[in-house]
């Protein structure tokens, strides 16, 4: 039996979208190479004992004392250890990348949820995406936008995005739908009862899906140092291309402090809203 030519029907099909979407990609790219040198040039402002006081505040309110010291000490030894603007740049690349990923994600989900066609398409797409090696999404990313930043914002976003989808769709159709009723009794509009019961019903699973992307944002965009963004993932891959293990664990440590406290920034956001509620 003859083999089945996908290798080349893939490439021809990425040649055709490279030549009739240049300018489209071109606009893309230019719009994130912005969006992640503002979040960068942002981070950067304020001397890094100032950031940590600030991040220490947001870290008392969100989880009091614990977190506090953890987010506190923690980006210390990351500026002790010299990480500091790597640090914050790979912070804007994260913050970039699950921003795109919330804003295609959550509108997904609630399509997803209210069109059983939609569904039936979109979670097989999930499927597909989820299990895909995640150095495959590398390729078509450097194909379409070169190397540098914006290819791993793309490759995040592509990577990051399905709990986004998956968690926002479970979360509405968890929803009562004696509550649904009680709404559509009331005479309730399908955008008032979409903003004012099924999206704040939802909202502890949808922070759950919000909470999984960053943390697979901030995987990828380590991953993606390998095609030339830069930030701690580029000191990482660095340390270990030239097997420079003392580098290498400083470089994986300050990875996982940032890891942690932006688990638990979101972890706690929530939580903090039903506490003041």
């Known amino acids: ?31 994130i190479e912005k969006i992640v040198q503002l979040f960068t040039d942002l981070f950067m402002l304020p001397h890094p004992y100032l950031f ?10 969100l989880g009091r004392l614990p ?6 000490i923690g980006f210390l030894l990351i500026d002790n250890l010299g990480y500091w603007s790597q640090t914050m740049s790979t912070l804007s690349l994260v913050i970039t990348a699950a921003l795109i990923s919330v804003l295609l994600g959550v509108p997904l ?14 979670i097989p797409v999930l499927d597909f995406m989820q299990t895909m090696p995640a150095f495959v999404y590398l390729l078509p990313a450097v194909t379409f936008f070169s190397l540098g930043v914006v ?3 793309i490759a995040s976003v592509i990577f990051a995005i399905p709990p986004t989808i998956r968690l926002t769709r479970l979360g509405i159709m968890q929803v009562s739908g004696e509550l649904t009723e009680a709404a559509d009794a009331f005479g309730s509009t399908s955008g008032q009862k979409l903003f004012k019961v099924q999206l704040p019903l ?28 830069q930030g701690i993932g580029a000191e990482v891959y660095r340390a270990v291309t030239q097997l420079q293990i003392g580098k290498g664990f400083e470089a994986g440590l300050a990875v996982v402090i940032l890891a942690i406290v932006l688990d638990r920034f979101t972890q706690n956001i929530f939580k903090s809203k039903k506490r003041g509620a």
């Not at 055709?16 to 300018?23: A, E, H, K, P, Y």
């Open 1 to 31: 039996m003859p083999k089945i030519p996908l290798a080349s029907w893939v490439d021809s099909l990425v040649e055709w979208m490279g030549d009739v979407f240049s300018g489209f990609f071109d606009a893309i790219s230019l719009i």
């Open 52 to 61: 940590i006081v600030i991040l220490a505040v947001i870290a008392y309110f």
């Open 67 to 72: 977190l506090t010291l953890f987010t506190a």
């Open 109 to 122: 989900g609630i399509w997803a949820a209210y069109s059983r066609s939609a569904s039936r398409i979109i």
């Open 151 to 153: 290819p791993g914002v």
């Open 202 to 229: 939802a909202m502890p699973t949808l922070m759950a899906g919000i909470n999984q992307t960053i943390m697979l944002s901030l995987s990828m965009v380590v991953i993606a140092s390998m095609i030339g963004a």
